[in-house]
Structures are given as C-alpha cells and as structure tokens.
C-alpha cells in the first residue's frame, strides 16, 4: 500500500495568502483526520472526518481553517488568509473503522513569511 | 483532564545499551496505548500498541512497551540501543470513550551515541 500521501511536501507562502493542503488516505480507510505539529503546542488535533463526514472539528483554531472531504480518497485543508503563526507541520493520518491504529502522511511543512 | 505525559525531553543512551522511554497517562478506564517514532523531516510511523491482554507488548525495530496499570504507565523500551534508533518518540493513548482521537505526549528525542 502506498500509504497516506500528502502535498505538497513543503510550501513557503506570504502572509495574506490563501494555502491550501491536500491528502489522499490509505484505499479503505474510512477515517481521516488532520494534526498540527508545532515546537510550541506538539501534536494537536485539528478535525476528523468519518465516512466522509466531519465528526469534531473542535480542534480548528479560527474560521481562516477550513477541512473539506468530498470522496473517500481526498481531503483538503485550507488556510485563508494565511499568517505567520500558521508555520507548521501539517499531517493527514488514516484509520479504518473496527481499526485502532492511526497512520500517518509525511507532512506538509508550511512557512508563513 | 485526559493527558499524557512524556517526563524527558531528552535521552540520552551509548549505542548497545538499553533504552527505557517514559510515558505515564491519565485516562479513566481502559486506554488503547501507543508509541510513534519520528525521524528527522518525516511523518509519524507507528511502532506498537497495546489494546488488551498481555503487558509486555512487542513491536518494529526490536522495540517493547509495557503497560503497568496501577502506575498508569507504558514505557517503551530495547534492549540494545542502535545508533539508528535517534528519533522523536512520541506516546499517545486513546481514550476509551473515543478511541477515535489520539491525544499524544510532547516527545522525547532519543539520542544514541557510538
């Protein structure tokens, strides 16, 4: 299997900018969620997805964040408009139901300037 | 609150001897438990879990974990340290009221020096 896969790997982008990040998950996988990595706060949470459906998007810092999923095999998050705080690691992870171990992309590696 | 606790930012092994990583939690019930590793500029690669039944449970790269209920912990451990195991080690547990979400430790980076 090919394994979560996301892109793009690395974006520098100007603040103002829209950004947008896109995952594919492992084939029959029906949970997607999507995690932020940063030196200061770790491994958070942003949203997750069931079946295509967003289950808790408590996690989404603001309303500039939006994650859709329109089929079973592609995810976006969007950042709209951007801003230096936003320069993070940004993973896509896939489980599939009955499953209990979640998997993850490489990572998208968003710099804000 | 459910939390996970990493004590050591860093730890620091000579090459062929043991490593013991800490991890203790705090979720009511019974936690799915897991570890993570990340090297350098990669994603997160799952390396064992630990669900139910035997407390030593075994996983990639020759790595163990052992969950001990009555000290809330699930330290992973090898028993031969390779250099190649320097990484970002990541705890994480599941909830049991929701073993969809993963809420993870704040890592500790395992340094193994020749």
């Known amino acids: 299997d090919a394994g979560v896969i996301q892109s793009p790997r690395h974006e520098v982008t100007e603040m103002g900018q829209e950004v947008t990040l896109r995952c594919k998950p492992i084939?029959?996988?029906?949970?997607l969620f999507w995690y932020r990595q940063t030196m200061m706060r770790g491994l958070e949470l942003l949203i997750y997805?069931?079946?295509?459906?967003?289950?808790?998007d408590s996690g989404m810092p603001e309303d500039r964040f939006s994650a859709k999923m329109p089929n079973a095999s592609f995810s976006t998050l969007k950042i709209q408009p951007s801003e230096p705080r936003d320069s993070a690691v940004y993973f896509c992870?896939?489980?599939?139901?009955?499953?209990?171990?979640?998997?993850f992309g490489e990572g998208s590696w968003l710099t804000v300037v | 609150a459910q939390s996970v606790a990493q004590p050591e930012d860093q730890v620091n092994v000579a090459e062929g001897n043991p490593l013991t990583v800490k991890c203790t939690y705090s979720?009511?019930?019974?936690?799915?438990l897991f570890w993570y590793v990340q090297y350098p500029n990669r994603g997160l690669q799952f390396l064992l879990k630990?669900?139910?039944?035997?407390?030593l449970v075994k996983g990639s790269y020759g790595f163990e974990a052992e969950f001990n209920k009555s000290q809330t912990s699930f330290h992973l451990k090898k028993p031969s340290a390779l250099v190649s195991d320097s990484a970002l080690y990541f705890c994480?547990?599941?909830?049991?009221?929701?073993?969809?979400?993963?809420?993870f430790g704040t890592g500790t980076r395992l340094q193994v020096f020749p």
């Open positions: 997805f069931n079946n295509n459906v967003p289950i808790d």
């Open positions: 630990y669900i139910t039944g035997d407390n």
């Open positions: 084939s029959g996988h029906d949970y």
């Open positions: 994480a547990v599941s909830p049991p009221h929701n073993t969809d979400k993963l809420i």
């Open positions: 979720v009511s019930g019974n936690p799915y």
């Open positions: 992870a896939s489980k599939q139901v009955g499953g209990n171990t979640i998997y």
